[in-house]
């Protein structure tokens, strides 16, 4: 079956420390890959896209990175985090019919 | 590249009520119109699309309607209930390549519905 996997669900993290988020497919080949952000509790904006190993297109200029090492994985990284980095993590897959969402990752910097 | 606008941002109903989201689209080569809902604190899912070659499509208590010429699309939820609260996005996509579409989200819209 088809699936994502996104991890960790929560995550406190000190100002000024790393960061590292994955997101795995299951079921598929070749996938595209967005990472979105959700701050204040309700637009998605587009962080990062995929549409391949290697291939990366960045849609706002931030504090964050993303690399995909495989096919089927997609991470977000920062080297040091900010206090706005704070909020909620998505990570999807697009499909034919649209996007799957993985679970989020709730990001608290301190 | 596509702009999709979404009004309401809130929205409150009493149960039993009928609720309408309004999204309009700018780029004409869009064909693909999914809504989204997001419950606190969940990820977004899908609960109905439409494609522009249809004018509108129901699914029990949910309906979205397109008007291609105008630009705009709109998501209908008849007999409100208070499960029916969340969040809802709209969203367009031109012709896609292969086998996935990219997205353009609206705002997104906090219903609330009223017991």
């Known amino acids: 079956s088809q699936t994502i996997h996104q991890w960790p669900a929560t995550l406190v993290q000190p100002v000024g420390s790393p960061l590292s988020l994955e997101c795995t497919v299951e079921?598929?080949?070749?996938?595209?890959l967005y990472w979105y952000r959700q701050a204040a509790g309700r637009g998605l904006q587009l962080l990062f896209y995929s549409v391949g190993i290697g291939q990366i297109s960045s849609e706002v200029p931030q504090n964050l990175s993303a690399s995909r090492p495989q096919d089927r994985q997609f991470i977000l990284s920062s080297k040091k985090l900010l206090l706005s980095d704070s909020g909620f993590y998505l990570c999807a897959w697009g499909r034919l019919r649209g996007y799957t969402f993985g679970s989020g990752t709730r990001l608290t910097v301190v | 590249g596509e702009n999709v606008e979404q009004h309401p941002s809130t929205l409150s109903v009493q149960e039993g009520d009928s609720a309408v989201i309004k999204c309009t689209y700018s780029?004409?080569?869009?064909?693909?119109f999914p809504w989204y809902k997001q419950e606190l604190g969940k990820r977004p899912q899908l609960i109905i699309d439409?494609?522009?070659?249809?004018g509108e499509k129901k699914d029990q208590r949910i309906a979205v309607t397109l008007n291609k010429t105008a630009k705009h699309f709109s998501l209908h939820i008849t007999e409100t209930q208070p499960e029916d609260s969340a969040v809802y996005f709209c969203?367009?996509?031109?012709?896609?390549?292969?086998?996935?579409?990219?997205?353009?989200f609206g705002s997104g819209t906090q219903l609330t519905v009223l017991p």
């Open positions: 439409i494609r522009s070659n249809v």
């Open positions: 780029d004409s080569a869009s064909n693909y």
């Open positions: 969203a367009a996509s031109p012709l896609g390549s292969g086998s996935a579409r990219q997205l353009t």
């Open positions: 079921g598929t080949s070749n996938p595209n």
